[in-house]
């Protein structure tokens, strides 16, 4: 087995959205996330890193509450981008997953701000959860560990 790189902390999780509007009611409204910053972004270096001449759009951090500095950043290009996949297929990952302490009170909660939960809690493994999706369809997840767990890894044993 290969020794890990030698990693400080885990920063962020970036989801690509094509209306920032629209995603900040679901992200910042909805779920309560605290904006951190809100920029344009331009120029050689967002065009080194997306392969695209000319990129440009804005990207807005959230933090995550309870997760000490741990963020989400949105991502909305102005232009859409020809590899774009189509609705419904991944761009890499499957869904970000956010742990919480009272699984039944969050879908209640998740319910009461019309966030559309895609079902009712359900357990898989020993772990209960469920599903929202964001205004792109990017699955976010809902999650309670039992006793008092807060992470796939601790849950494991890791």
Known sequence: MTDA?????????????????RSL????????????????????GLEGVT????????????????FGRVSIELLAFDAPRSERPP??????Y??????????DAAFTEC?????????RPVEVGGVRMFFLADPDGTP???IEFPRGVTTSA???GA
Not at 6 to 18: P, Q
Not at 53 to 60: I, N
Not at 111 to 119: D, I, N, S
Request: glycine content about 14%; cysteine-free; overall charge positive.
């Open 25 to 44: 009611v679901f992200y910042r409204d909805g779920l309560g996330l605290r904006v951190i910053f809100d920029v344009r972004l331009a120029g050689p």
């Open 87 to 92: 609705r419904g297929r991944f761009t890499g």
């Open 111 to 119: 319910e009461r701000r019309g966030l559309g939960p895609l079902q």
């Open 51 to 66: 392969r695209s001449a000319g990129a440009s759009g804005r990207m807005v951090g959230l933090l995550v509450p309870g």
């Open 154 to 156: 601790a849950h494991n």
């Open 94 to 103: 499957a869904n970000v997953a956010l742990s919480v302490p009272d699984l």
């Open 140 to 142: 976010i997840e809902l």
């Open 5 to 21: 790189l030698a990693f400080h902390d885990f920063s962020h999780v970036t989801i690509r959205v094509t209306d920032m509007d």
